[in-house]
């Protein structure tokens, strides 16, 4: 199987959906990378894109169109200013022209350059798109592509199951990563840390890790600090920001390491804890509702639930060591990595099990590992959180990622949170179900799934509150 770093699982991006934003986006970039790589670039003089499945079903909502037009104008997701995308979409839509690759300007009329193909799906995945490129000499160049959730993109018939590196310790199943942890005698961060190895430094890997970490602080910072409707037409209003407040009762603050110390001395009922977790997890969804910068773990959809239960970690911990970001995103990522290969973290794929199940399974894990627990008892409290999770459709209203998505990180992150507690109580030697047998379950629960439960917005929520795609 391909080998899957921690950073592919964690990647820097701009919400609101990895498979429905992050990849057409990056689609976009490839193709036109390609066309620089054949040399034919500077010739071209049109370029029109089709979206098919799920892509042209909840396309608008989830912002695929705003992504194919800054992939193909040059911006990135990592870098782009998400302050001015508004403007940047605005401009391309009235001089109805795009900057390729930030190199030319071409004419290009969104209303007719960019299909939304909702009756066809291609064959190999729900997320499928086509670019075309229109060259001077009358001839075409074209390529499909698949966005396969968390930000992968895959080419039509490219191989992407070759081993690009050779790892110590290789990983395809949670089984093997526990026989490398009882032969090793090192715990599951361990393991992982020294594969990541293979694609860079110590220092490397430790410094993107505390990079991914204060992406992640400063979304649920802003997103603690910012109220107003979420974008899209739906009328949600943020609720992070009124949270907080309340929590606080208007405690003066400077800045993100005063607020965490704010909180880290206010009050640890049972009920306040619980609350400053829902606060953190819908801060992130709602900064990625609203096209803000935020971290794939593993997709947007479900970005919340691992930064509410690191930083309810890191707030509420009785004991913290030095490296406890470091031990919770290596864990939690190889954890994904497993899902992807065995099943799926593409809700077009999967339904909501593959995003907000794999995330709390994923958080559950990590959180395990950081409160002393053995690898048996991380990979039991990833199981545990899944198996609760299984089933669980993707309905999105109004083919938004606003509702019932961003509700939803906060179910995840108390899911997590419970399934690491109930796992250091328990002995993995008398569970009943493994990990890899509940993701074995949760792949085959993908394909039973109908298809109107796999983010099309067909079924389920999406139908019946009754309101169409915004």
Wanted: negative net charge; contains cysteine; proline residues 4%.
């Amino acid at each position: 199987m391909e080998r899957i770093s921690v950073f592919d699982i964690f990647k820097i991006g701009v919400g609101p959906s990895s498979s429905h934003t992050m990849g057409p986006w990056r689609a976009a970039q490839r193709f036109l990378a390609e066309m620089q790589e054949i040399g034919v670039f500077d010739e071209i003089e049109k370029v029109s894109v089709e979206l098919y499945g799920s892509l042209a079903k909840t396309g608008v909502g989830h912002g695929t169109d705003i992504a194919v037009f800054l992939g193909l104008n040059g911006d990135d997701p990592v870098t782009v200013p998400v302050e001015q995308i508004t403007a940047k979409i605005d401009f391309i839509r009235q001089s109805q022209t795009i900057f390729l690759g930030g190199k030319k300007t071409i004419p290009f009329d969104p209303l007719f350059d960019l299909l939304f193909l909702k009756k066809e799906t291609l064959p190999f995945h729900a997320n499928g798109l086509k670019f075309r490129a229109f060259l001077k000499n009358g001839s075409e160049k074209s390529a499909v592509f698949y966005s396969i959730g968390g930000g992968f993109v895959v080419k039509e018939n490219e191989n992407n199951t070759k081993t690009e590196k050779q790892l110590p310790y290789p990983i395809d199943h949670a089984h093997e990563l526990l026989a490398w942890c009882e032969k090793t005698k090192l715990p599951i961060s361990g393991v992982v840390f020294e594969n990541e190895k293979a694609w860079r430094s110590a220092q490397q890997i430790n410094e993107q890790l505390l990079t991914i970490w204060e992406v992640m602080q400063s979304c649920i910072f802003r997103g603690c600090h910012t109220d107003g409707l979420l974008p899209g037409g739906l009328n949600v209003s943020r609720r992070a920001k009124a949270m907080n407040a309340k929590l606080l009762q208007n405690i003066d603050y400077q800045g993100f390491e005063e607020w965490k110390m704010a909180i880290n001395k206010s009050s640890r009922s049972f009920q306040q804890i619980l609350k400053w977790v829902s606060a953190f997890a819908l801060a992130v969804n709602e900064e990625n509702a609203a096209f803000g910068r935020v971290v794939t773990a593993p997709t947007n959809g479900a970005a919340g639930v691992i930064p509410a239960v690191l930083m309810y970690h890191i707030c509420f911990a009785d004991q913290i060591s030095e490296n406890e970001v470091q031990k919770f995103m290596l864990t939690a990522a190889e954890l994904g990595s497993i899902f992807k290969k065995n099943s799926t973290i593409s809700a077009a794929m999967g339904g909501c099990q593959a995003e907000i199940g794999v995330s709390s399974a994923m958080a559950a894990g990590g959180l395990t590992e950081c409160l002393g627990g053995s690898p048996a008892q991380v990979l039991m409290a990833a199981e545990i959180a899944m198996e609760h999770h299984l089933g669980l459709t993707c309905d999105p209203v109004g083919g938004l990622v606003q509702i019932p998505c961003i509700e939803r990180n906060t179910m995840g992150a108390i899911k997590a949170i419970t399934a690491s507690q109930i796992a250091l109580e328990s002995n993995p030697a008398n569970a009943k179900v493994s990990l890899d047998s509940v993701i074995k379950t949760m792949w085959e629960t993908a394909q039973d799934m109908s298809t109107k439960y796999k983010e099309t917005a067909e079924g389920g929520l999406a139908l019946s509150v009754g309101l169409a795609e915004c």
